[in-house]
């Protein structure tokens, strides 16, 4: 099985100034009242167009993200390629709900796709369905209400532009995966994205969905889905993630006075995951699996089961991934060890990804337990280097 804690195979690619910066950052961010800070002063900066860049770049902008454009991006690909680690581009711009921007983003996720099919190194390709349509028109569309003119041309925009680059990635036979996020959005982007399945998964899969397995109804969606799969002959990709929005949802439930959507622990949601995990590999002659986690013994569980079910580790249905700048010790060691690995790697305008990474830096203080893992292999790695240099 692999070993988690090499930290030489893990931090590899790792200068020893990398990761005295990674070190200082992640010992930052370790307190909950320097980022309940630090989010609330940079909310203000971007409110007041007062410029952050010069904090935000080359601290957690660097640590978490590719650059700003595609091509700041593809010198790190190259650097990942090396150690058998491939790169997802994810264009993460977040909050616009103009016509014009909505478009842009279409169009700088063309090219995503298009870097996908001419780079062996970035197999796959993903998009944030809200970033085609107005929040508000999203839940509308979901909850079945009936609609007004304006709100009718947004949601057929959102097909019109998720059709759109679902057919183009089918034409370079590119993978495409669909983000998930706020679950009273999620009924239209389910409906959209099985139509895009049941339309271009037939060969292949190529458009996959995101199951947030701290949702309690995920596993029978999965399995209902599936056997919409089987039914209509199309495959089903699954890209599989515990869900980033808890506390966000908790909240807007209880607000609206329904039954929080999500697992009532974390227990319960650990379990869910690996029984998707167990399900589909089970399933594997219809699933594709993307293992979007840094969960170590889910990542274990994944193995384990692909041993027992006897899957090469390099089965192109099999994918795991870690968010960039994070969890280097799963994705390096299982990519050592044989398996597909891919790094999720944002990119955007400073200004643009700050969301993501206030979201990052909340994911990574240690209360979540996030940090306390980094730094302690972090530091681990350091002091292996020096007394390596010593002796
Ligand atoms: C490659 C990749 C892609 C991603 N894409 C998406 C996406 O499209 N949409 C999205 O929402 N997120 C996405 N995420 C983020 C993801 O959902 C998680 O927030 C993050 O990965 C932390 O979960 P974990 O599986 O790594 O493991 P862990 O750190 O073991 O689990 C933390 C997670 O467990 C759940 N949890 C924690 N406490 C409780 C509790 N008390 N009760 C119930 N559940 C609890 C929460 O989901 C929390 O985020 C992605 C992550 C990765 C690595």
């Known amino acids: 099985m692999i070993d988690f804690n090499n930290t030489q195979i893990a931090f590899s690619g790792k200068s020893n100034n990398d990761l005295l910066r990674a070190s200082l950052l992640f010992s930052t961010i370790a307190s909950p009242i320097i980022v309940t800070i630090g989010n609330f002063f940079a909310s203000i900066a971007i409110k007041l167009h007062i410029p952050i860049n010069w904090f935000a770049k080359p601290t957690l902008y660097k640590q978490f993200v590719g650059g700003e454009t595609i091509e700041e991006c593809v010198p790190i690909v190259r650097q990942l390629e090396k150690y058998n680690v491939k790169a997802i581009l994810d264009y993460s711009v977040e909050g616009g709900e103009s016509d014009s921007y909505m478009e842009g983003v279409l169009q700088e996720t063309l090219r995503t796709v298009d870097l996908a099919a001419s780079d062996p190194n970035v197999p796959i390709a993903v998009f944030k369905p809200t970033a085609f349509a107005p929040g508000y028109v999203l839940e509308k569309a979901s909850s079945g209400l009936a609609m007004n003119a304006m709100e009718q041309i947004s949601i057929d925009n959102f097909r019109r ?6 057919e ?22 389910d409906e959209v994205t099985m139509q895009m399945m049941e339309k271009y998964n037939h060969e292949k899969t190529i458009v996959f969905n995101t199951y947030q397995m701290y949702r309690t109804d995920r596993l029978d969606v999965l399995k209902k889905d599936h056997a919409r799969a089987v039914e209509k002959n199309f495959f089903l ?58 969960n170590e013994e889910s990542c274990h569980h994944l193995m384990k ?42 990119y955007g305008p400073v200004k643009s990804v700050l969301p993501y990474l206030v979201r990052r830096a909340e994911e990574n203080t240690s209360i979540a337990g996030q940090t306390g893992r980094e730094l302690k292999l972090i530091k681990m ?11």
């Open 168 to 189: 183009h990635a089918y034409k370079l036979s590119v993978p495409i995966m669909i983000d998930a996020e706020d679950v009273h959005f999620q009924p239209i982007i």
């Open 237 to 294: 990709g699954a890209k599989f993630v515990r869900g980033a929005y808890m506390e966000r949802e908790r909240r807007h439930a209880a607000k609206m006075g329904y039954p929080s959507p999500i697992h009532p622990d974390k227990r319960s949601t650990d379990k869910a995951y690996n029984d998707a995990l167990t399900f589909s590999v089970e399933h594997l002659d219809k699933i594709s699996i993307f293992n979007g986690t840094h």
């Open 305 to 346: 089961l692909m041993d027992k079910h006897k899957v090469a580790k390099d089965d192109p249905r099999i994918w795991t991934s870690q968010l960039y700048g994070m969890s280097d010790h799963i994705s390096f060691n299982m990519a050592h060890g044989g398996y597909n690995v891919v790094k999720y790697m944002p």
């Open 381 to 391: 790695e350091r002091k292996r280097r020096k007394a390596k240099s010593n002796s």
């Open 161 to 166: 532009r998720i059709g759109i680059l679902c």
